[in-house]
């Protein structure tokens, strides 16, 4: 089956691949020598006979029996449940437990008090084709660190909740102060949301699904197919996950018994207002019962009414009250330690807990991820031991804001940058496409296992299929560039204090796009919904297995490790680009603004008999000197194009082992080069230059973020600033790979 993969990618890199201008097609695999790479292939082709579906279905289905959020007795369960199975493969487990703060609602009650009164029901009902849907323990529906609060008054409609939807609000004369807004998921992350709506004076914020978004508009509705049903609930966290993730009460440290906390009331990632998710059949009597104007079109959702946006008559009471308990997080940390470098590790996780059942998200990742272990387990008790000591994380609390993760990663600080040499992260999984994101220097490497596992559906290879997705989709490049482009992270996975706050180089994958929506942190992401809908028989659950076994083992076996800088050069050429172009857009729609206020014409266009007001003359654009990055840039791109056909070529003629360490030794830190101590500008956790989440945006990635946001904010001096900051951090970057050039030159 892998010739015929092969053979297929062969075939279809004589039609449509050419290479780019300084990206050379790589024939043998990178990282490994003539030799060492014909052993891996081997390898490999055993994991592939030893991945066994049948694993995946009969480990979720024990899993998900019952709920198992952060302190249910079931996570504890599985968790002791994960460490076993990894203590029989062969792995040293441990179970390391954290003291997070984790709110769960005792009181939840909204309610329209006029001009009609309606109690919302906040229940997701119990329906006979789900057994899941009627399980003792369930966890009520809410957002994770909303306030407490009792507050009445009137709606108001604010669309997605983004900055955008603000500045509409704005040109109608519509003020949010001392008001509930009401938000449609989707656009941002969930967090965004009430923080936006607390800045701008509104005091409790409504979320809600609208069916536009992932209910009967999009598809059949469960059960009769997989989108959201009426009474369905997006629960999720609304921490302020862009400022930091992890345990709300200890950034930058571990949240061990001792570790010293910030009060609930101190900590300035919880929200300030209270905030709560609804049904769309829980939103629609309040949305049906606001005045005021009608939305604008791209406003409007899918229920069968005219949408206004308020203020009123509507008028609510959100009353919500939390315990604030400290529960343990479980993570399963297993250790398989190499025979050749014990301390150089390759880390790898999933998180396990879930906000209902979680079979989706996250538990159709984490099966593929412990039978991927189990295959590399066993092959190491065989005496196909990896090289490097290789780090599987069954992590615990992500759902309420990426916690066990960034527990274990503050905690672990200075050994993980001593010794971690890459981190991937998986999550939920399903039907479809290859997806793949993470750091550009990895960007090749995932591209070389994409086109040597096998798509289940169609027989070629996950990359063509991938290739073809992108190809159709009006991507020119997808059929040019060699290598797929990887999507840069922002965040929104375990992935982010690894990669963001320690610089260590990062992949995120997953399958997925054919799976349908719907059932995202529900009640109704259960075993009986993934088994129909999300990837019936877990054919893409072993693709993914054997996606991240093979990058695992790879990244474990490489005689040198398997990173190519052209690919990080090329799309930091591009991000520099795109920043220089933001300031440019900027200014045109400055002008342009600039120039329409003068002529009065907002409001001579606008309809007299509406309120509407015109927006204020902005200052001016100025030049700013993006020559450091551009210098920088170039340089770049030749320490990469001159390290790269080292590399290259010392993998031909066969590298020493001592030429071979000292070049790891380089390679492994060029990601932490990538980060600085201070971090970014109001928020010191993220000190990746590169690759952060958006801080009004939520898991969108902003890539430069400290001179994106700077142009965004107008803040010109700042943005100067940041462009020294990252073309210092780009001639380090370079000074790195120079010295590894001269390593492998003399
Ligand atoms: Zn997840």
Request: glycine share 10%; charged share 25%; net charge negative.
């Amino acid at each position: 089956m892998m010739y015929r993969a092969l053979s297929a990618t062969a075939v279809l890199s004589l039609l449509f691949t050419l290479p780019a201008s300084g990206h050379g097609q790589e024939a043998s695999m990178i990282g490994f020598s003539a030799e060492s790479a014909a052993a891996q292939l081997e390898l490999e082709a055993r994991l592939d006979a030893q991945v066994n579906r049948d694993n995946l279905g009969t480990w979720m289905e024990r899993i998900t029996a019952k709920p198992f959020f952060v302190g249910a007795p079931h996570n504890k369960e599985n968790a002791e449940w994960v460490r076993d199975l990894f203590e029989e493969w062969g792995y040293e487990a441990e179970i390391v437990v954290y003291q997070v703060l984790f709110p769960k609602p005792r009181i939840r009650e909204v309610e329209m008090v006029a001009p009609t009164r309606y109690t919302a029901g906040l229940a997701e009902p119990v329906i006979p084709e789900d057994a899941s849907s009627g399980v003792d323990g369930r966890l009520p529906s809410y957002n994770a660190y909303s306030a407490d609060g009792d507050v009445t008054a009137e709606l108001v409609y604010v669309n997605q909740g983004i900055p955008a939807d603000y500045d509409e609000l704005e040109r109608r004369g519509i003020d949010v102060t001392g008001k509930i807004v009401i938000a449609r998921y989707g656009g941002s992350w969930r967090g965004i949301k009430p923080k936006l709506a607390y800045e701008r004076g509104a005091v409790a914020t409504i979320l809600y699904s609208d069916p536009r978004d992932d209910g009967y508009f999009q598809g059949d509705a469960y059960p009769d197919g997989p989108y959201r049903m009426q009474w369905g609930v997006q629960r999720g966290s609304v921490t302020d996950m862009p400022l930091y993730p992890g345990d709300p009460l200890t950034p930058f440290v571990g949240a061990t018994a001792d570790a010293e906390r910030y009060t609930v009331e101190a900590s300035p990632a919880i929200m300030k207002i209270p905030v709560l998710p609804l049904s769309w059949g829980d939103a629609e009597p309040l949305l049906r019962a606001l005045g005021g104007p009608v939305a604008p079109p791209s406003w409007r959702g899918a229920l069968p009414f005219t949408y206004h946006i308020g203020p009123g008559p509507a008028t609510v009471r959100v009353h919500l009250e939390f315990d604030w308990n400290l529960e343990p997080a479980y993570n399963v940390i297993a250790r398989l330690e190499g025979s050749d470098y014990p301390n150089e590790w390759v880390m790898r996780g999933n998180h396990r807990d879930g906000w209902a059942m979680g079979a989706g998200d996250p538990i159709s990742g984490h099966v593929a991820l412990m039978e991927e272990a189990r295959v590399v387990g066993t092959l190491a008790q065989n005496g196909e031991r990896p090289k490097r000591t290789i780090v599987y994380a069954s992590w615990d609390a992500e759902e309420p804001g990426l916690l066990g993760s960034t527990e274990f990663a503050e905690h672990h600080a200075d050994e993980l940058r001593e010794k971690a040499v890459a981190y991937i992260n998986t999550d939920g999984n399903g039907r479809g496409f290859l997806r793949m994101g993470g750091s550009h220097t990895l960007e090749r490497l995932v591209n070389q296992v994409a086109k040597e596992v096998e798509d289940p559906q169609t027989g070629v290879s996950a990359w063509e299929r991938a290739q073809a997705q992108r190809a159709v989709a009006g991507d020119a490049e997808a059929t040019t560039r060699s290598d797929l482009r990887i999507s840069p992270l922002g965040s929104g996975s375990d992935y982010t204090p690894f990669l963001q706050h320690l610089g260590i180089a990062t992949l995120n994958v997953s399958y997925g796009g054919e799976n349908g929506g719907g059932s995202y942190h529900s009640q109704f992401d259960s075993f009986e919904h993934y088994t129909r809908f999300g990837d019936p028989g877990f054919y893409y659950g072993e693709a993914l297995a054997k996606t991240t076994g093979r990058l695992t083992l790879r990244l474990a076996n490489a005689d040198v490790l398997p990173m190519r800088f052209e690919n990080f050069s090329d799309n930091i050429g591009l991000y520099a680009g795109e920043v220089m172009e933001l300031l440019e857009d900027t200014r045109t729609a400055t002008n342009r603004n600039n120039e329409l206020v003068a002529l009065n014409a907002y409001d001579l266009a606008s309809d007299p008999t509406k309120t509407y007001v015109a927006p204020a003359l902005e200052d001016d654009v100025p030049f700013l000197n993006f020559a450091p990055i551009q210098n920088a840039v170039r340089r770049l791109e030749e320490s990469s194009a001159a390290l790269d056909v080292e590399m290259r070529r010392v993998m031909q003629t066969g590298a020493t082992s001592a030429e071979a360490q000292a070049l790891n030794r380089v390679l492994k830190t060029t990601e932490r080069l990538m980060t600085n101590d201070e971090g970014l500008p109001r928020r010191p956790w993220y000190r990746h230059q590169v690759y952060a989440p958006g801080f009004h945006t939520g898991y969108g990635v902003k890539t430069l973020p400290g001179i994106r946001e700077a142009i965004e904010l107008r803040n010109w001096d700042e943005a100067t600033e940041h462009i020294g900051l990252v073309a210092d951090m780009l001639d380090r970057v370079s000074e790195a790979l120079e010295q590894a050039t001269r390593i492998l030159k003399s």
